[in-house]
């Protein structure tokens, strides 16, 4: 089946991720405006990246179309890295989040 081998995993990981966070951690990451422009630093840092890595043109990382969804943007970058990559940023994130001292003016050991 086209699309499952890189796509659904991908999909996945969202899924598991966003539930975590809503059902389990409920750090409350997904309001605060220091999350999102932390991600889009990083979404900047991965197109740079990730588009030279997989540029059609001469590409370092090789994907089987057979096992993604075939929809690159921008730059040849496969969709599915970009599912990957949040799911792995924002796991990290919220584990950060959740460890953090409950009282603000408590500092890190």
Known sequence: MTGL?????????????VALELAVLRTGLFAKAAYWISFAIVVAFQVIVDGW????SAPI???NEQHSSGVRFPWDI??????????????????WEKQRPKDQDQQWP
């Open 5 to 17: 081998g890189y796509t659904l995993p991908a999909v996945v990981a969202v899924v598991v991720v």
């Open 53 to 56: 890595l997989t540029k059609l």
């Open 61 to 63: 990382v090789i994907y």
């Open 78 to 95: 496969p969709v599915e890295d970009f599912l990957f990559g949040w799911a792995m940023v924002t796991a990290v994130l919220l584990m």
